[in-house]
């Protein structure tokens, strides 16, 4: 399968250095994640908020990015299909 979505894809810089929800409650994240449309910073499904999969139902945004150093992978939330962003 194919990610249709990538049109939707802007030239974003994070907004934050961090998740947005986890440093305005003081909560701990695993790994950040990078939505590709409005440049949400987000923490991963195995952290504790699971803000980036919040931002998503809440805003429909499909695809987000690792923001990890040394990652390249994106992900399509609708499609549910992995991207190479390098």
Same mark, same amino acid.
């Given at each position: 399968?194919?990610? =249709?979505?990538?049109?939707?894809?802007?030239?974003?810089?994070?907004?934050? =250095?961090?998740?947005?929800? *986890?440093? =305005?409650?003081?909560?701990? +994240?695993?790994?950040?994640?990078?939505?590709?449309? *409005?440049? $949400?910073?987000?923490? *991963?499904?195995?952290?504790?908020?699971?803000?980036?999969? =919040?931002?998503? $139902?809440?805003?429909?945004?499909?695809?987000?990015?690792?923001?990890?150093?040394?990652?390249?992978?994106? +992900?399509?939330?609708?499609?549910?299909?992995?991207?190479?962003?390098?």
């Amino acid at each position: 399968m194919q990610c =249709k979505h990538l049109g939707q894809m802007r030239d974003v810089s994070a907004n934050t =250095k961090g998740c947005e929800e *986890c440093l =305005k409650i003081g909560q701990e +994240w695993v790994h950040l994640r990078l939505c590709m449309e *409005c440049g $949400h910073v987000g923490c *991963c499904d195995s952290s504790i908020g699971k803000h980036a999969t =919040k931002h998503f $139902h809440g805003t429909k945004h499909a695809i987000m990015r690792s923001i990890e150093p040394g990652e390249t992978w994106g +992900w399509c939330f609708i499609d549910g299909v992995m991207l190479d962003m390098q």
